[in-house]
């Protein structure tokens, strides 16, 4: 059995439905969204690794600048090769934090860097069977539960907190480092001050990283979905800062200290 069917005959015993978690890579490439955002200045050179990529390097609305080589990105690290983790060491990655469910990460556990600390923070695994099920078939539904599931705001928040006190670089991921990081990223982003353009066309990145064929919904991503994200976080908590705020829990002193750290 491979391993993505072994994910879905696991999850369906869960659920009750088939549901797929670590999609396969795809054959064709996806050109990148726009000549600012290109693959060559953000992919950390990992083999193993799907994904991997710098989360900063944008320019903010009022023309400062996201800092690079604090904040990264990927897919699973349960392939990582032994370069790839001399490599991530190099890059000073001290936090892993792992954003799968636990059954997740029992099929597939991540090899960490050495001097790293691994952290669990299970997005959409506490959500009833039913809501889980749902969401895991990917698409709006998943982006939605997001923002509404279980201890979805509890696991995002703790990325934010682990990137303001962390002394080192923190690497974020889930399985392919599309869907669940995508969306981190595209918060941590929004917080920044990048404009949603290019917050989306950074999430876009992931259809290139993952050589997604056009509108291909198991490896690759779509504008509407994150949008869904967006559109649920202001339906839930009335704005984007609600859901910061109320949602993420996320104070005023948290949030200086986020952008003094990451912005230049």
Same mark, same amino acid.
């Given at each position: 059995?491979?391993?993505v *069917? +072994?994910?879905? @005959?696991? &999850? /369906?015993?869960?659920?009750g439905?088939a #549901?797929?978690?670590?999609?396969? $890579?795809? =054959?064709a490439?996806?050109?990148?969204?726009?000549?600012?955002?290109?693959t060559?200045?953000?992919s950390?050179g990992?083999s193993?690794?799907?994904?991997?990529?710098?989360?900063?390097?944008?320019?903010?609305?009022?023309?400062?600048?996201?800092?690079?080589?604090?904040v990264?990105?990927s897919?699973?690290?349960? *392939? +990582?090769?032994p @370069?790839? &983790? /001399?490599?991530?060491?190099?890059?000073? #990655?001290?936090?892993?934090d792992? $954003?799968? =469910?636990g059954?997740?990460?029992?099929l597939?556990?991540?090899?960490l860097p050495?001097?790293?600390?691994g952290?669990a923070?299970?997005?959409?695994?506490?959500?009833?069977?039913l809501?889980?099920?749902?969401?895991?078939?990917g698409g709006?539904g998943?982006?939605r539960?997001?923002?509404?599931a279980?201890?979805?705001?509890?696991?995002? @928040?703790a990325?934010?907190?682990?990137i303001?006190a962390?002394?080192g670089?923190?690497l974020y991921?889930?399985?392919?480092?599309?869907?669940?990081t995508g969306?981190?990223s595209?918060?941590?982003l929004?917080?920044?001050?990048?404009?949603?353009?290019t917050?989306?066309?950074d999430?876009?990145?992931s259809?290139?990283?993952?050589?997604a064929a056009?509108?291909?919904?198991?490896?690759?991503?779509?504008?509407?979905?994150?949008?869904?994200?967006?559109d649920?976080?202001?339906?839930?908590?009335?704005?984007?800062?609600?859901y910061?705020?109320?949602?993420?829990?996320?104070t005023g002193?948290?949030l200086?200290?986020l952008?003094?750290?990451?912005?230049?």
């Amino acid at each position: 059995m491979t391993r993505v *069917r +072994a994910v879905r @005959a696991g &999850l /369906a015993a869960a659920t009750g439905v088939a #549901v797929l978690l670590t999609p396969v $890579l795809g =054959t064709a490439a996806a050109a990148p969204p726009n000549a600012e955002t290109t693959t060559a200045d953000r992919s950390l050179g990992l083999s193993g690794v799907q994904n991997a990529r710098d989360a900063g390097g944008y320019r903010t609305t009022d023309g400062r600048l996201v800092r690079t080589g604090l904040v990264f990105r990927s897919g699973a690290l349960d *392939r +990582a090769t032994p @370069a790839d &983790l /001399a490599r991530l060491s190099t890059l000073g #990655v001290r936090v892993v934090d792992d $954003l799968r =469910t636990g059954y997740e990460r029992s099929l597939a556990p991540d090899q960490l860097p050495a001097g790293a600390t691994g952290n669990a923070y299970d997005v959409i695994g506490q959500a009833p069977p039913l809501i889980l099920a749902g969401a895991l078939f990917g698409g709006e539904g998943m982006y939605r539960a997001f923002i509404t599931a279980p201890g979805a705001n509890e696991a995002f @928040a703790a990325v934010l907190r682990d990137i303001i006190a962390a002394d080192g670089a923190v690497l974020y991921h889930c399985s392919a480092g599309k869907d669940r990081t995508g969306w981190t990223s595209a918060v941590l982003l929004s917080l920044l001050g990048v404009d949603r353009a290019t917050v989306t066309a950074d999430y876009l990145l992931s259809n290139t990283y993952r050589d997604a064929a056009p509108g291909d919904p198991l490896n690759g991503v779509q504008a509407s979905w994150l949008d869904a994200a967006f559109d649920q976080a202001e339906q839930t908590y009335g704005s984007f800062d609600g859901y910061v705020r109320d949602g993420l829990g996320l104070t005023g002193t948290e949030l200086t200290a986020l952008r003094s750290s990451l912005l230049s």
